[in-house]
């Protein structure tokens, strides 16, 4: 009887992540250098080797990726699944006239399509206006009800009163972030740690009005206090400045990474390289701002693209961890690589972009099971068609994506 039963067992289909995998690309980019001929093993939810001909155990998997090269999954370093592109709906709209049931119907095939184009973690800095949303869109893809990538999140985001938009002359309208200030700005830092923020994402600048600059908002003791609070419980904090006042306040606050920064001056770059504070530099979403204002992509960009390139150049120039995220929801999820071909435009090495969209942004958030591919880590995984290193372009041609062991697509 024990026997029937096992061969029972024996004949039953397992599922994929049952059995060692061997994934057979033409090269592998480890997450800092490239190695062609590699092949990488997958038993479980994590990757147990890597290398040339690697020893695999009897009844092992072969998923053969001609052509191909395997990196860590992409880690998206600035995201905001619960929007979507602003040349269809603006921003304002979408905070003011959509209900949040309709938001996370939609975030949900956001999320999808993010973990399709090979983004297997996400940092999501803010529900801009859906509330905690982003908590229970979280939990339901770590239970596995919708598939999506891993994601850290925000929640709210915290603004200085009256800084932030929408913005109505009449009366008091909803807002895309919490406002607090002042003491009450520590309390607001705790409420959000307390309702799921794994990150504290808060707005060193913003336009006061319409048509105005950014100017900053909090003060250096109010930067300080709430970085404080967050650190104290074990999250880091994400700075909204593109001005260097407020740039260098939040890095002289002990902040991890500044969003942006698109007035950082050398002077600003330097300090952030001297406190090892991170940059964000969200190229890809400035792009799209300045295609929906009718730039049709070709070169010389606008002046405010290229104001930002340069702003990124001064960074790169000074030596300051560079993180690869787009705020893509300003335009559309899962085209999330446009961050890295802007990058590019802007003069960082092809190397240089493949590192920060996968050991980089997993050393700048701490994610020390993944962003790599080594033994031990999570079996977060993309495939291309092509060599990124060559054209990076490629990382656009996604073939193949795995996420904890689970192959999720096969092209
Ligand atoms: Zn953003």
């Known amino acids: 009887m024990r026997a029937l039963i096992a061969s029972l067992i024996a004949l039953a289909p397992l599922p994929a992540s049952a059995t060692p995998m061997l994934l057979q690309p033409d090269r592998v980019w480890d997450g800092e250098a490239m190695h ?10 994590r990757i147990v080797a890597a290398g040339p001909q690697l020893p695999v155990p009897a009844g092992t998997q072969r998923i053969a990726l001609p052509g191909q090269t395997l990196l860590p999954g992409f880690i998206e370093g600035h995201s905001h699944l619960l929007l979507h592109p602003y040349d269809k709906t603006p921003w304002d ?60 999140i925000a929640t709210r985001a915290l603004v200085a ?8 002359d009449a009366w008091a309208v909803p807002q895309g972030a919490e406002e607090a ?7 607001a830092v705790r409420r959000q740690i307390g309702a799921g923020a794994d990150v504290v994402k808060l707005y060193g600048d913003y336009r006061w009005r319409p048509g105005e600059g950014s100017r900053p908002t909090y003060g250096q003791a109010e930067i300080a206090a709430a970085v404080a609070a967050a650190h104290d419980a074990g999250r880091p904090v994400a700075v909204h400045a593109n001005t260097a006042e407020a740039m260098r306040r939040a890095s002289a606050a ?17 300090l952030m390289a001297k406190n090892r504070t991170g940059l964000c530099p969200t190229l890809a979403a400035g792009e799209a701002i300045a ?4 730039w049709n992509g070709q070169e010389p960009a606008p002046a405010d693209v290229q104001a930002d390139r340069a702003a990124f150049r001064l960074a790169m120039q000074a030596g300051v961890p560079i993180c690869m995220g787009g705020d893509v929801g300003v335009f559309a999820h899962g085209e999330n690589a446009r961050e890295m ?22 050393r700048m958030f701490a994610l020390a099971d993944r962003g790599r591919i080594a033994p031990g880590l999570l079996a977060d995984l993309v495939a291309v068609a092509g060599d990124p290193l060559a054209d990076l372009a490629a990382v656009m041609r996604v ?13």
């Open 36 to 45: 062609s001929g590699w092949q990488v093993l997958v038993d479980g939810t």
């Open 93 to 152: 709209d979408q905070v003011l006239k959509e209900s949040q049931a309709y938001r996370v119907a939609r975030a949900v095939v956001h999320a999808r399509a993010t973990l399709m184009a090979g983004f297997t973690t996400v940092r999501d800095l803010g529900s801009e206006g859906a509330g905690t949303a982003d908590v229970g869109l979280k939990r339901a893809i770590d239970e596995g009800h919708v598939p999506g990538p891993r994601m850290i």
């Open 161 to 168: 009163p009256g800084s932030y938009a929408p913005k109505n």
């Open 181 to 187: 200030d002042g003491p009450d700005l520590v309390s």
């Open 254 to 270: 002990g902040a991890d990474v500044i969003e942006h920064g698109g007035e950082g001056d050398a002077a600003t770059f330097a």
């Open 291 to 294: 295609r929906y204002r009718g």
């Open 341 to 362: 071909l802007a990058m590019a435009s802007a003069g960082m090495s092809a190397a240089g972009v493949l590192t920060a969209a996968t050991a980089g942004n997993a």
């Open 399 to 411: 073939r193949f994506v795995m996420k904890g062991g689970e192959t999720v697509r096969r092209d």
